[in-house]
Every structure is written in C-alpha cells, then in structure tokens.
C-alpha cells in the first residue's frame, strides 16, 4: 500500500473535462497527488505517452479516441505501466476481451469510488513486476558472466560438492589437461576417475579447506584419462552458493610439467633455441645411409608447420618429410655435404602430415660434445613458402599482365616522358593508330595525333610533366598511316618515383569513332526535330491564311461570273496559293505532321511510274541502269509520296550530272538488316525491309553539305533551280514511313542513298481513287467556330451560297453557350481544333454531352489529321484539312449530315 499524499503522474484519454476532473477528485480522496495530462485524439496521446508516465486512464468511447485504440497504442509504446479502461457502460463480453488485449483493469463511471484502490493495486502489481524482472535479468547477466569467465580460464577448473566430492563442472581446459568430457566428470568424484596419484594429499588438502576455506599453489602428482602423469599446481576455495544446503568448492589446476622435468633433450633444445629460430630438428650423426639419422628434438615451430607430434617424429629420419617434388639434386647434395659432416644451407620442398607441400630454407650444422666429437646435428629450417608462393604469384602476374597487355581491348601504350617516344605498345594501340608495333617504336605520341587537336594534347602532356596533373582523359583523333582518322578516348597516366619527375607515361587509348558517328546522327535528328516544330507550326498558321486566300478567291469566280479579266486574274491567284499549299504539304511531310495514306503495296510498280517520267524528262546523255527484284517485300506506304520521294532523288541526280554524261543507277531489292548495320542508325530495327537505291556519277557531296543536305531550304543549287525542300521531305517521308535513308557521298566520286521501308506482312492492294461530290444545301443551319475572324467571315460567306443557314463565332466559349441555350437549333457542328481557351476538341467532347447525336466536322491546319480512334470517341464524323476549296467544304458538310446507318 503507497502512503497517504503519493505523487502520481498519470495520463487520462478522455474527451469530457468534467469526468476527467471527476477521475483527479477521486485520486485527491483516494491519497494521491496526481500530475495529470489529458488527451482526447491519438496525437495527443501519443504526445503525452512517455517513460514519464506512470498510469494510463482512459475512456471507452470517445469521438477522436477510443478505448481500445489507445489501448493499442499503450502496448506498442512498451511502457510498463497499469492501463485502466473507464466506461459509462461496457458489457461483460467486451471487458473479458479488454482484459485479454492486456488492459490492467476496467472501471465504470457511476463507479469510480473504486478508482483509488484499483489504482493502488495497479501500481503494486506493477512495482512487483519490475522487481521481478530486474532479479531475472540480473540472474541471467550473472550467469552468462561466470560462465563467460569459467570457460575463458587459461587454468583448468572445476566445480565441486565440498561435502561429497562430487564434480559438478569442469571447463574446457580442465578437459584438455585430463582428457575427460564435461559428460564424463560431471557426478563423478576425484578417485573415481582415478585423478590423483596419492589420494591422501586431496583429502589432507579437503580438510584444510573445511578448515581455513581455501588452499593455494600445492603441487600434485595428477593422472590423465591415457595414464599419463602430470605435474600440477593446485588451489582450492570454498563458495558458498545462495540457495544451496551444502558449500561448493572450486579448484584450479596448472600443468607445470614442462618445467619439472628438466632433462639433457630440455638443455640440448635450449641450447638450439638459444642459437637459432624457426624450425629446430636434431638428429644424430649417424646414420648416413637409409634409413638415415634419427630424430631426437623437434621445437613447437617443427609441430605447427608440419602437423606431426614430436612424439611422430622422434625417431625417425628427417627424410620421411620429403616427396615427390623434392629435388633429388639437392638431396643428394645434402647427403655428401653431411658425410663429412660439414655446415650447409640449402632450399627445398617437404610435405606436411596434410600432404600439403611446403619450402624450407633450411641450415644444417654439426653439434659437438665436450671432446670435440660430432655427436648431432641440428637443422635451423625457415618456413620460406609464402616468399617462393610471391615469387610465383609475380611471375604469373607478370605473364598476366603481359597477357593482359597485349590482348587488352583497348589500346596500351609507354612512352617516354622526356622524348615522347614509344617504348611499347599493345596490338590493339597498333590496330587503332594504323602502323605496326615497329612502324611506332620509330616515332613519337605525336606524329600520330591530328594537327588540329596537337596544341591541346601537348598543353595537358607539359602539366603533367610539371607535376600539376597525375593524369588527364581527352577525346581526340589519331591519323593512321593510310590518312584515315580515327576518334579516341585517351587516358595518360604518369608515372614516377616520389620526388622525382615523371620517367614515363601510360596511354589508354579507346576506339570511339562509332560513337562519335552516333553523337553526330543524335545532333543531327535533335536539330531536324527541332526545326520539324517550327515548320509546323508555321504550316499551321499559312494553312490558315491559304484557306482565306483559296475560298475568297473561289466567291470571287462566282461574283464576277461576268467580268472575264477579274476572273482570270482570280484564277491566277487561285494557282499560286495551289503551289503554296503544296509546298506547306512538304513542309508537313518534312516535319512528320502530314500523316500518310498508308497502305499495303508493292513499291515495283510506283518506281516503274516514277522512273518513266525520268526518263522522259532526262536529257539522252543520261543512262538509266534499272535493277528491280521481284522478290521485294511488300510494304505498307503512300504511294503518292514514294512517288514523289523517287522523283526528288532524280531531280537532284540529274542536277548532279548536268552538263556531262552520266548514269543514274536505281534498285530494289530485299533487304535484311542486322544488328550491326541497326546500330548505326537509330531509326533502323533489325529486320526484313525493301531498300531503294538512287545513285548517280554526278560530283558528289562534300562532309559540311552532308551535315546539312536534310534542313529544310538549305540548299547548294542557284537561286531558281530549288527551294532546298527535295531532301527534307525525303527525310520526313521516310519517317513517316517508320524507315530510314542514309547517304554516301565523296565529292567527285558521285552520290548514293538507301531507302529503308519496314516490309509489311499483307498482301498488296491497288488504292482506289473517288471524285469529290459537289452538293449543296437545303437550309440546314450550321454553327461555325474558328478563332481567326476572317476565316469564320469566309467560310459564313461560301456556306450560305451552298445554301446553308450560318451561325458563326470565333470564341469556343460562346458557341457552347449557343448550343447549351438551345440543343436543338444546330444541324451541324463545323470547328476548327486549335483555339485558345477551349480547344476544338474539347469543344465537341462538351457539346457531345448535350446534344449526342449532333455531326460534327474538325478542322484543322496541320494537315493529315486523321480520323483517330480517339478523335472518333469523340463524336467528330468528318476531319477537314485545311486549305480547302468551297467544293471540299461543301462535300464534307454534305456527307456530315448525311445519317449513317445503324451498326
């Protein structure tokens, strides 16, 4: 029971202060002066929960907190302190399960005059809680701290019954000294096992325990399990143990053998030891021829190295620790050399007992007695195994290395730090600088490296010569003997003795010519990405003015049906904006945002076209050397754009070769590609593709033209004769078509380029081509959406002369508030998709969920936008390219709002 006025510092869980006021009142009455903290959520809680506290009160039902949450809590906090749970009502089932989950006790509120001695009861179970696990824990220290103790003593101890005489522990050395198992001694006694050679001495050393209660340092004669006896040094002590009736005993023993017994073999081994270390054998002289001199002395140096026991190797030969691998040169050398006997040194190899083989430096000489007569001889042997085991390592780490050298896959090199010349190099520096090992022996580091990047390499070289670097990496090109040059990675290293200057360098030189090459494609397809997104985007806007300057141009033909001079001034305009949107069709081709009309063809035919009107347009001193397999692959591509790729590629072969003869050269062919060859253009997979060549004689190309040669209106030809556009849309072309096209030019020595296209599973089809219907309206009512004010003007003007009622806006706000105010009033919805604010689509995605059954046409100036799966889902029937003719937007509007059928 705590006295009166105990402090107590509890936390109560309780959401209602009144109650847990009413709690501290009853601990007040109750003699405890509480320190109290409340929490009524788990942070608060959690927050007050610490080793400070020393009883937890908490409520059974609380909004933020119940009972049994902070019960859990409690218990994964692993404070050892009483949990009451208090509760205006719980039922008998849920406080048996409280229990259970680990609660202390549980309490109602109606009766809380049960607080205070359920809490002193609480706090005395906790105490003799703690009480009792300190003592435990104490216990198992002590025991693991004896134990610790009595298993690490250098002496032999054991614990007996001083009354009885019975053991009742032994340690580990006391095992080792007598060669009794723990299992052997334990309940035995002394005479029992036969320890002691007078047993009168252990009772007479008993007594005086009994007596004085220990005994110090007596020796005794002590027997081994085998019968062997042992001198030993003795002390005794007797221990009382808590909680045992009778008084334990404990003893030491110490093996003084060893220093009791000293003979003539102890004086004799001294005596060596004094002269020598290592390994220690004596022998006697004689005799010479087999099975050789005896051994009478081995050191504990000769136990270890070998194995043996000296009691396996006294008396017998040095000889029996010799085998196959020892040299029988040397043994016979030894041999005449201890005839005479005279001193000899010697190396060799001996076995172990383990068979393992072992080298001795070994030094033999002969031991005389007081009258001078060669009565032994003693070998003093150096166990020199790791010193012939580093000597092998570094002569294989030097064939290693040597090896490693030469074979390296990458380039090695020395050079000389004051001259620069090469002292040596590996096969592969020879591969990648172009010259033989002996071509490079002749000159210096740099008669290799590429004038342009000498300067440089000669700066960073003279740092390091001064101390200021230990080494520097560089990229930069070597030129082999053939002119070739070749990018490398280059590491030199120097090297040299500490306060001294460098003696020579280490070259590491990587092969990264492929790399570089696919870096410089990188740059290439960055830039041309690049700049496919500015033309784009300039597309988009001159699609837009294009389509004005189209469509008025068209109302203008019917205004002045009559004014035959205007009229033809229209048509004019009218065939120039036709050349502008073919060319902002290339420029969509180039920038991949006009999507092709894919399908499944043979690309034979097409080239058979194509190369018609070359050949019709070329001039007769142009031969023309056509080779088209038959077993080309089928593919999937745009015909129209094939064609157009092909007549480019002519074009420019013919500009290449204009003014002289010349032969223009076109193939196809099956092509599979490799991983090599993939690896050298990314837009190439390994695979089955149809390659087209177009080659010519013509100049050629030189290495900045090809750099630049796929930029759209760059250009070499003079002003008039192009508008740079021919190669850029190649290139886009080809990727639309999900291929790729490389050159090869030298100037001079003519052009060639490969087309690549993906071959295609199916099986080719012929396109089927259909006029565009003109149609006109019946006075459905068409609500018209463009963010360009002249556009919605233009298309408002050519809709109602097809004879359509118009509504137009140019924000996309206002005609969804249009269709919103009146789902009905539309028959057809015609917007364009980029707007500010809210785009076309996004448009039609909200008018959708109005009315879903309005047609919908989205327009768009990017050209080849096509009628997506996603698009579709949105409720768009038609996608209109912008330009456009009135006969094209008025065949879409027509079709739009023609029903479709049932699916």
Same mark, same amino acid.
Not at 506 to 534: S, V, W
């Given at each position: 029971?705590?006295?009166?006025?105990?402090?107590?510092?509890?936390?109560?869980?309780?959401?209602?202060?009144?109650?847990?006021?009413?709690?501290?009142?009853?601990?007040?009455?109750?003699?405890?002066?509480?320190?109290?903290?409340?929490?009524?959520?788990?942070?608060?809680?959690?927050?007050?929960?610490?080793?400070?506290?020393?009883?937890?009160?908490?409520?059974?039902?609380?909004?933020?907190?119940?009972?049994?949450?902070?019960?859990?809590?409690?218990?994964?906090?692993?404070?050892?302190?009483?949990?009451?749970?208090?509760?205006?009502?719980?039922?008998?089932?849920?406080?048996?399960?409280?229990?259970?989950?680990?609660?202390?006790?549980?309490?109602?509120?109606?009766?809380?005059?049960?607080?205070?001695?359920?809490?002193?009861?609480?706090?005395?179970?906790?105490?003799?809680?703690?009480?009792?696990?300190?003592?435990? *824990?104490?216990?198992?220290?002590?025991?693991?701290?004896?134990?610790?103790?009595?298993?690490?003593?250098?002496?032999?101890?054991? !614990?007996?019954?001083?009354?009885?005489?019975?053991?009742?522990?032994?340690?580990? /050395?006391?095992?080792?000294?007598?060669?009794?198992?723990?299992?052997?001694?334990?309940?035995?006694?002394?005479?029992?096992?036969?320890?002691?050679?007078?047993?009168?001495?252990?009772?007479?050393? !008993?007594?005086?325990?009994?007596?004085?209660?220990?005994?110090?340092?007596?020796?005794?004669?002590?027997?081994?399990?085998?019968?062997?006896?042992?001198?030993?040094?003795?002390?005794?002590?007797?221990?009382?143990?808590?909680?045992?009736?009778?008084?334990?005993?404990?003893?030491?023993?110490?093996?003084?053998?060893? /220093?009791?017994?000293?003979?003539?073999?102890?004086?004799?081994?001294?005596?060596?030891?004094?002269?020598?270390?290592?390994?220690? !054998?004596?022998?006697?002289?004689?005799?010479?021829?087999?099975?050789?001199?005896?051994?009478?002395?081995?050191?504990?140096?000769?136990?270890?190295?070998?194995?043996?026991?000296?009691?396996?190797?006294?008396?017998?030969?040095?000889?029996?620790?010799?085998?196959?691998?020892?040299?029988?040169?040397?043994?016979?050398?030894?041999?005449?050399?201890?005839?005479?006997?005279?001193?000899?040194?010697?190396?060799? !190899?001996?076995?172990?007992?383990?068979?393992?083989?072992?080298?001795?430096?070994?030094?033999?000489?002969?031991?005389?007695?007081?009258?001078?007569?060669?009565?032994?001889?003693?070998?003093?042997?150096?166990?020199?195994?790791?010193?012939?085991?580093?000597?092998?390592?570094?002569?294989?780490?030097?064939?290693?290395?040597?090896?490693?050298?030469?074979?390296?896959?990458?380039?090695?090199?020395?050079?000389?730090?004051?001259?620069?010349?090469? %002292?040596?190099?590996?096969?592969?520096?020879?591969?990648?600088?172009?010259?033989?090992?002996?071509?490079?022996?002749?000159?210096?580091?740099?008669?290799?490296?590429?004038?342009?990047?000498?300067?440089?390499?000669?700066?960073?070289?003279?740092?390091?010569?001064?101390?200021? %670097?230990?080494?520097?990496?560089?990229?930069?090109?070597?030129?082999?003997?053939?002119?070739?040059?070749?990018?490398?990675?280059?590491?030199?290293?120097?090297?040299?003795?500490?306060?001294?200057?460098?003696?020579?360098?280490?070259?590491?030189?990587?092969?990264?010519?492929?790399?570089?090459?696919?870096?410089?494609?990188?740059?290439?397809?960055?830039?041309?990405?690049?700049?496919?997104?500015?033309?784009?985007?300039?597309?988009?806007?001159?699609?837009?003015?294009?389509?004005?300057?189209?469509?008025?141009?068209?109302?203008?033909?019917?205004?002045?049906?009559?004014?035959?001079?205007?009229?033809?001034?229209?048509?004019?305009?009218?065939?120039?904006?036709?050349?502008?949107?073919?060319?902002?069709?290339?420029?969509?081709?180039?920038?991949?945002?006009?999507?092709?009309?894919?399908?499944?063809?043979?690309?034979?035919?097409?080239?058979?076209?194509?190369?018609?009107?070359? *050949?019709?347009?070329?001039?007769?001193?142009?031969?023309?050397?056509?080779?088209?397999?038959?077993?080309?692959?089928?593919?999937?591509?745009?015909?129209?754009?094939?064609?157009?790729?092909?007549?480019?590629?002519?074009?420019?072969?013919?500009?290449?070769?204009?003014?002289?003869?010349?032969?223009?050269?076109?193939?196809?062919?099956?092509?599979?590609?490799?991983?090599?060859?993939?690896?050298?253009?990314? *837009?190439?997979?390994?695979?089955?593709?149809?390659?087209?060549?177009?080659?010519?004689?013509?100049?050629?190309?030189?290495?900045?033209?090809?750099?630049?040669?796929?930029?759209?209106?760059?250009?070499?030809?003079?002003?008039?004769?192009?508008?740079?556009?021919?190669?850029?849309?190649?290139?886009?072309?080809?990727?639309?078509?999900?291929?790729?096209?490389?050159?090869?030019?030298?100037?001079?020595?003519? #052009?060639?380029?490969?087309?690549?296209?993906?071959?295609?599973?199916?099986?080719?089809?012929?396109?089927?081509?259909?006029?565009?219907?003109?149609?006109?309206?019946?006075?459905?009512?068409?609500?018209?959406?463009?963010?360009?004010?002249?556009?919605?003007?233009?298309? #408002?003007?050519?809709?109602?002369? +097809?004879?359509?009622?118009?509504?137009?806006?140019?924000?996309?706000?206002?005609? +969804?508030?249009?269709?919103?105010?009146?789902?009905?009033?539309?028959?057809?919805?015609?917007?364009?998709?980029?707007?500010?604010?809210?785009?076309?689509?996004?448009?039609?995605?909200?008018?959708?969920?109005?009315?879903?059954?309005?047609?919908?046409?989205?327009?768009?100036?990017?050209?080849?936008?096509?009628?997506?799966?996603?698009?579709?889902?949105?409720?768009?029937?038609?996608?209109?390219?912008?330009?456009?003719?009135?006969?094209?937007?008025?065949?879409?509007?027509?079709?739009?709002?023609?029903?479709?059928?049932?699916?």
């Amino acid at each position: 029971m705590y006295p009166m006025s105990r402090p107590l510092k509890l936390l109560i869980a309780e959401d209602n202060p009144d109650d847990a006021a009413l709690m501290v009142a009853e601990l007040r009455r109750a003699g405890f002066e509480p320190d109290w903290r409340r929490a009524e959520s788990e942070a608060d809680f959690l927050e007050h929960l610490n080793g400070g506290i020393e009883l937890v009160l908490a409520d059974y039902q609380m909004p933020l907190l119940s009972g049994l949450r902070a019960l859990e809590l409690w218990k994964q906090s692993g404070l050892d302190v009483p949990f009451i749970l208090v509760s205006g009502a719980i039922g008998e089932d849920t406080a048996v399960a409280v229990m259970k989950m680990g609660a202390t006790d549980y309490l109602l509120k109606d009766r809380l005059a049960r607080l205070g001695p359920a809490i002193t009861h609480a706090l005395a179970e906790a105490l003799e809680r703690r009480d009792r696990k300190y003592a435990r *824990r104490a216990l198992i220290v002590s025991d693991a701290r004896f134990a610790s103790i009595f298993h690490a003593n250098p002496s032999a101890v054991c !614990i007996a019954n001083l009354m009885t005489g019975r053991i009742l522990d032994g340690n580990d /050395r006391f095992r080792e000294l007598f060669g009794w198992s723990h299992a052997e001694v334990q309940g035995k006694t002394s005479a029992e096992l036969g320890l002691w050679v007078e047993p009168a001495q252990l009772e007479i050393l !008993i007594m005086q325990v009994r007596a004085t209660g220990s005994v110090r340092d007596a020796e005794a004669q002590m027997r081994r399990r085998d019968g062997e006896v042992r001198d030993v040094l003795v002390s005794m002590a007797r221990v009382e143990v808590p909680g045992e009736s009778e008084p334990t005993m404990i003893s030491t023993f110490n093996d003084i053998t060893v /220093r009791n017994r000293s003979d003539t073999r102890l004086r004799l081994l001294e005596s060596c030891i004094a002269r020598l270390n290592d390994m220690v !054998i004596v022998t006697e002289v004689e005799p010479q021829d087999e099975p050789g001199p005896r051994i009478v002395f081995v050191n504990d140096a000769f136990v270890r190295v070998t194995g043996y026991t000296r009691e396996e190797a006294i008396g017998r030969s040095p000889r029996f620790l010799q085998g196959p691998k020892t040299s029988p040169v040397e043994r016979a050398r030894l041999r005449e050399a201890l005839r005479r006997p005279s001193a000899v040194r010697s190396e060799l !190899i001996n076995y172990a007992k383990n068979g393992v083989e072992y080298w001795v430096e070994m030094d033999i000489a002969p031991v005389s007695d007081v009258t001078g007569r060669v009565t032994h001889l003693v070998a003093v042997e150096r166990d020199i195994t790791e010193r012939k085991l580093a000597e092998a390592a570094l002569r294989a780490s030097e064939q290693q290395f040597k090896s490693l050298f030469e074979q390296a896959a990458v380039g090695f090199a020395q050079t000389d730090a004051a001259t620069g010349r090469f %002292l040596q190099v590996n096969r592969r520096f020879c591969e990648i600088a172009g010259r033989s090992r002996t071509e490079l022996e002749q000159l210096t580091f740099t008669a290799i490296i590429h004038g342009q990047d000498l300067g440089h390499a000669l700066e960073m070289t003279r740092r390091v010569q001064s101390g200021a %670097l230990r080494e520097f990496t560089q990229e930069k090109r070597y030129v082999r003997k053939d002119g070739v040059e070749v990018w490398v990675s280059v590491t030199k290293s120097a090297m040299w003795a500490p306060g001294a200057k460098p003696d020579f360098f280490i070259t590491i030189a990587q092969d990264i010519t492929a790399r570089k090459q696919l870096e410089q494609q990188f740059l290439q397809a960055q830039k041309m990405e690049a700049i496919g997104t500015l033309a784009g985007g300039i597309a988009h806007d001159f699609n837009n003015i294009l389509t004005a300057i189209i469509v008025y141009a068209e109302l203008g033909q019917t205004v002045l049906s009559g004014n035959a001079e205007v009229r033809e001034y229209l048509g004019a305009i009218l065939q120039a904006s036709n050349r502008a949107s073919d060319l902002v069709r290339q420029i969509l081709t180039f920038s991949r945002q006009e999507r092709p009309k894919r399908s499944a063809i043979s690309l034979k035919p097409v080239m058979v076209e194509s190369l018609k009107l070359l *050949r019709a347009s070329f001039p007769a001193s142009i031969e023309f050397d056509i080779a088209l397999a038959t077993d080309a692959p089928t593919v999937l591509a745009d015909a129209t754009q094939v064609h157009q790729v092909l007549m480019n590629l002519g074009t420019n072969a013919w500009h290449a070769m204009k003014d002289r003869p010349g032969c223009l050269r076109v193939k196809l062919e099956r092509c599979a590609v490799d991983t090599e060859l993939a690896a050298t253009q990314p *837009r190439l997979r390994p695979g089955l593709y149809a390659r087209v060549t177009v080659g010519d004689t013509g100049c050629g190309i030189d290495d900045a033209t090809l750099r630049r040669m796929f930029e759209p209106f760059f250009t070499t030809k003079p002003t008039g004769e192009g508008t740079g556009l021919g190669l850029s849309v190649v290139h886009g072309v080809m990727e639309n078509h999900d291929g790729a096209v490389t050159v090869v030019s030298q100037p001079g020595q003519g #052009t060639e380029f490969h087309l690549y296209f993906p071959a295609y599973a199916g099986e080719a089809s012929t396109p089927e081509h259909a006029d565009e219907p003109a149609s006109r309206g019946q006075g459905e009512n068409i609500l018209v959406v463009d963010d360009e004010e002249v556009l919605v003007r233009m298309m #408002t003007q050519a809709l109602v002369m +097809l004879g359509y009622q118009v509504e137009a806006t140019s924000d996309s706000a206002v005609a +969804l508030e249009w269709v919103c105010a009146d789902p009905q009033r539309f028959a057809l919805l015609l917007t364009d998709q980029t707007m500010p604010g809210l785009t076309g689509l996004a448009l039609v995605r909200k008018v959708r969920q109005i009315r879903p059954d309005l047609p919908v046409i989205l327009m768009t100036g990017y050209g080849g936008c096509a009628l997506t799966g996603e698009i579709q889902a949105a409720g768009v029937r038609l996608v209109l390219d912008k330009p456009m003719t009135i006969g094209a937007l008025g065949a879409a509007v027509r079709t739009a709002l023609t029903p479709q059928p049932l699916p």
